[in-house]
């Protein structure tokens, strides 16, 4: 984890673990460990406590470790609500995000769409914890869970003849309540990273 990031996880845990920690595991929600919080994200164990964040029992890559310690930040008690899902332009102040979650959530996953459809039953049984409705949309879709209250789905389009592969993520109901625009933007972008590092 670069440095910057490693500094702003720290301060977050501070205040993270600077609260009720048996109401922290509730609204997480997660099963507690000691002082550690434990709970799936991004398809992997992860683990919480005041001196770092494990995810898949190492120290998480890149900007991973930040969007977890924002979510532990942020989370409130209130439960998620799935549908109706919505997109991203639908969330709160998301116009100055928009661009760059077109590019690097929705168009980078659309090469892949073809190899994808033969994986998604893999892929959502290691990201998803809880069950929820299937999908329905496009030629076949999918959702997965990259944090306990927060929800993805992802309408794909196969390429034909008259039109290339295309990808739509949507975002559950509430997702804001648990992560500002600009942190859930980045949650669609690493979902999709470890989507194509499992193809």
């Given at each position: 984890m670069q440095d910057n990031?490693?500094?702003?996880?720290?301060?977050?845990?501070?205040?993270?673990?600077?609260?009720?920690?048996?109401?922290?595991?509730a609204n997480l929600p997660a099963e507690k460990s000691g002082n550690t919080l434990v709970f799936q994200a991004f398809g992997e164990e992860c683990r919480v406590s005041p001196d770092g964040i494990a995810l898949g029992g190492k120290p998480p890559e890149s900007i991973l470790g930040l969007l977890v310690s924002l979510y532990a930040l942020q989370v409130t008690s209130e439960p998620c609500l799935y549908e109706p899902f919505r997109a991203f332009?639908?969330?709160?102040?998301?116009?100055?995000?928009?661009?760059?979650f077109m590019t690097h959530t929705q168009q980078v996953l659309e090469p892949h769409v073809a190899k994808l459809e033969n994986r998604v039953a893999q892929i959502t049984?290691?990201?998803?914890?809880?069950?929820?409705?299937?999908?329905?949309?496009?030629?076949f879709s999918f959702r997965l869970q990259p944090l306990p209250k927060i929800w993805?789905?992802?309408?794909?389009?196969?390429?034909?003849?008259?039109?290339?592969?295309?990808v739509t993520c949507l975002y559950s109901q509430n997702a804001h309540r648990f992560l500002t625009t600009d942190a859930l933007a980045d949650v669609g972008e690493y979902t999709v990273k470890k989507i194509i590092a499992a193809l």
């Open positions: 990031y490693a500094k702003l996880v720290k301060e977050n845990l501070e205040k993270v673990f600077g609260g009720n920690l048996d109401e922290l595991a332009k639908e969330l709160p102040d998301s116009m100055p995000y928009a661009g760059a049984a290691a990201f998803n914890i809880d069950s929820v409705p299937p999908s329905e949309g496009g030629d993805l789905e992802f309408i794909c389009y196969l390429p034909d003849d008259d039109f290339p592969a295309a």
